[in-house]
């Protein structure tokens, strides 16, 4: 489903993405997982198409198709998402109002008349109950004054509601507490099939025990130098980064 | 919703200023310049009585020696009062006679406008009196009304018809003396609207003028009075465009509401004069004065969506005289390319018990300046006197600015101010995550700025906020990235 082929990118001249190359298929869980500064978000937001990064040498191919031209609103219509680490606030604007706006626009994309809006609220009532939100929730501006786990919740929300091929998980886990945590892990693993994937950016092997991976894959230094099975999350768990390090720069 | 998705985008497509066209209606103009005879002249035109005619020298004597203003925090250059021409009319306009014998150019241009003056396809319970250029072409709804007692027509029939209560009112909110173009007008104006509720009756529909400045080379100066009598209820709209020129265009109107014993006015604006191209080159001064007045127990709502004009001067606020008395201002005011906008509110709290509330939302894209200014004045007789003011500003890019100029001077020690402000800038970061949910740029700014104009866009009547909505999103259009 999805390819990355040495990819390289930077900002302000500064290289941040020194040759990615990974491969996710449909049905796949993988786990990037690296210290602080290793490039985890940079990857996220350049496969989801963010401009202020600018790709020097290779590509990510979706389904076949290179993304290099796609704004990343017609990434988005394709199926990439992103929850994000930091989601923006929108003052004035309702969750509803924004899922309803965003899934429009998809639908209009692919040619689709605007969903009907008793179809509408079947949809949110049926992903806010699964992530357990409450329906006041729903009509707060968007991410204003929400907290941390509340933020993260909404992001599961609106994947749930847009119902992605690929999502993208950025350190989803942190500032949840523990029963958040288990929330938007069962929510992930609900909205998982054969047919999408899910890439699952952490610090810690703390979600990795709800969202079990196929792959983990370590990240340092804007190259991946490290790839195995989930046990690799509880070995980086055990010993740290600093090995990974060391090995990476023998 | 009147519009469609597609009619939307379509819409956004089109990037000039839409209501730029001019039609080719044969008019009435008369030549330039301002003096006395011009005054004389105009009265005349109008079959006014003698005493209007006065009331207009009275007040060009007064202009005279005034002079502009320089406080506001605008630049352009000084309109020269004599290459104006003072009064325009299209030729075979006639206010007496019915909608069938109204040139069909000026239909024409009404559809163009999107208002419908055919009684058949009249807009849902909205009264229309349409003012292009300098007279008032129809008003529709007259019969309706007037079975309630409400007289709703332009203000040179009212002059003729209902002298006594122009000449109770006119003149009492904002004084010939106010200001220089409060006098300008006084001297000059060729049309408005006049409206009077009755005691005790509320207005079952919502009282509509729309302002069309179609010559070249003229300045509009309406007048509008609106008057509720004691316990009556009124809502009242005011819609303005203009054709795009090259020169600038002046409009320097005058309005005065009085609200009398527990009477209710709500006044509301959505202003897309021609703003001018992006170069900055044209669009229309607008210089405005809008005051109200009180009394015991009333409430006067203004509401303000403000897209268009190159320069705008205006502060709509409220005397709040009667006790109990309840003062509103919500406005909206977007400022793109080389716009300058410096707008704002004034409540005067005079009697006991008084509240304000002032909502202020300014939007700002390109090389524009927004500046909000607001007075709140409590007097020394003001016991228990409230005011809540919110001032936001909202940037677009590095290039334009936002200012905000509040003024309190309190003279009771009982009166409760409150003022907050905020300045917020569309981050690329809110639109990238909106892009990421499949949104465009362009409809993630729309999404952003009606956000933030919410609490003011909720104020306004249902059909006009669907339009107003419109408004701010073709007037940013191309603002971001």
Redesign the interface.
């Given at each position: 489903m999805l390819k990355i082929n040495d990819l390289h990118a930077s900002v302000e001249d500064k290289e941040i993405l020194k040759g990615i190359n990974l491969e996710v298929n449909a049905g796949e869980v993988h786990a990037i997982m690296g210290p602080n500064g290793s490039g985890k978000s940079t990857l996220a937001s350049v496969i989801?198409?963010?401009?202020?990064f600018e790709v020097t040498k290779g590509n990510v191919v979706l389904d076949g198709e290179d993304l290099e031209d796609d704004?990343?609103?017609d990434?988005?219509?394709k199926g990439?998402?992103?929850s994000?680490q930091y989601?923006?606030e929108?003052?004035?604007?309702s969750v509803t109002?924004?899922m309803k706006?965003?899934?429009?626009?998809?639908r209009?994309?692919k040619g689709l008349e605007?969903m009907p809006a008793n179809q509408m609220l079947k949809l949110i009532r049926e992903k806010a109950e699964m992530l357990e939100i409450d329906r006041k929730f729903l009509s707060r501006?968007?991410n204003e004054g929400f907290s941390g786990g509340e933020k993260k919740r909404n992001e599961i929300f609106?994947m749930a509601m847009?119902e992605p091929k690929l999502a993208i998980l950025d350190e989803t886990d942190s500032g949840l507490d523990i029963d958040a945590l288990r929330i938007v892990a069962n929510g992930v693993n609900k909205l998982k099939s054969k047919d999408n994937a899910v890439i699952v950016i952490t610090h810690y092997q703390r979600l990795l025990e709800y969202i079990v991976p196929d792959f983990v894959h370590v990240l340092h230094n804007g190259k991946i130098v490290k790839s195995g099975g989930k046990e690799l999350a509880l070995e980086l768990e055990a010993k740290g980064y600093d090995w990974i390090k060391q090995e990476a720069t023998v | 919703m009147a519009y469609t998705e597609e009619e939307l985008k379509k819409e956004l497509e089109t990037k000039e200023y839409e209501y730029g066209f001019y039609t080719d209606i044969e008019s009435d103009t008369f030549p330039k310049g301002l003096n006395e005879d011009i005054v004389r002249a105009i009265s005349k035109k109008k079959n006014e009585p003698e005493w209007m005619t006065e009331w207009r020298l009275e007040a060009f004597r007064i202009w005279e020696k005034m002079e502009e203003p320089e406080w506001a925090n605008v630049n352009y250059e000084k309109p020269d009062f004599q290459s104006i021409s003072y009064y325009s009319a299209p030729k075979k306009a006639d206010p007496n006679k019915s909608l069938d014998d109204v040139d069909p150019e000026l239909l024409e241009m009404y559809r163009k406008l999107g208002i419908s003056v055919d009684e058949q396809k009249k807009l849902q319970n909205v009264a229309v009196d349409i003012v292009v250029d300098s007279v008032s072409v129809a008003t529709t709804f007259k019969k309706t009304l007037a079975e309630k007692g409400i007289i709703f027509m332009p203000i040179s029939e009212a002059i003729q018809e209902h002298p006594e209560l122009v000449k109770k009112y006119m003149g009492t909110v904002v004084p010939k003396t106010d200001n220089f173009y409060a006098a300008l007008n006084s001297a000059v104006f060729t049309d408005g609207s006049f409206c009077y509720i009755p005691k005790g009756v509320k207005c079952p529909m919502e009282l509509s003028t729309y302002f069309r400045i179609n010559e070249g080379g003229t300045g509009q100066f309406e007048r509008t009075l609106v008057i509720a009598d004691e316990s009556s209820y009124v809502s009242y709209l005011e819609g303005c465009t203009a054709p795009s020129r090259d020169e600038n265009q002046l409009h320097a109107a005058v309005v005065e509401l009085i609200a009398l014993d527990d009477a209710e006015i709500k006044y509301s604006t959505v202003q897309n004069w021609y703003p001018g191209n992006a170069e900055g080159k044209g669009g229309v001064y607008n210089f405005v004065t809008k005051r109200g007045i009180c009394e015991n127990n009333s409430k006067i709502s203004w509401t303000q969506v403000e897209t268009g004009s190159a320069v705008t001067w205006k502060y709509p606020s409220c005397i709040l005289k009667g006790n109990n008395s309840v003062g509103e201002f919500y406005s909206i005011a977007v400022t793109n390319n080389f716009q300058q906008a410096d707008t704002g509110t004034k409540m005067v709290h005079l009697g006991k018990n008084t509240k304000s509330t002032i909502i202020s939302k300014g939007i700002s894209a390109g090389k524009s300046q927004n500046s909000y200014r607001g007075l709140v004045h409590i007097g020394s007789r003001a016991e228990n006197a409230r005011n809540f003011s919110q001032c936001d500003s909202l940037l677009m890019g590095n290039e334009c600015g936002a200012h905000t100029f509040p003024y309190i001077e309190a003279k009771n020690k009982t009166a409760q101010i409150e003022h907050e402000a905020t300045t917020s800038k569309i981050g690329e970061d809110q639109i990238f995550y909106c892009n990421q949910r499949g949104i465009d740029t362009e409809k993630a700014i729309a999404l952003i700025v009606n956000g933030f104009s919410k609490e003011v866009l909720n104020k306004l009547p249902m059909e006009f906020a669907v339009e107003a909505q419109k408004l701010l999103e073709i007037s940013l259009e191309g603002s971001v990235g």
């Open positions: 989801a198409g963010k401009e202020e704004a990343p609103e990434r988005a219509h990439v998402f992103l994000f989601p923006v929108i003052p004035g604007v109002n924004f706006t965003a899934i429009n626009e998809s209009k994309a605007d501006s968007l609106q847009l | -």
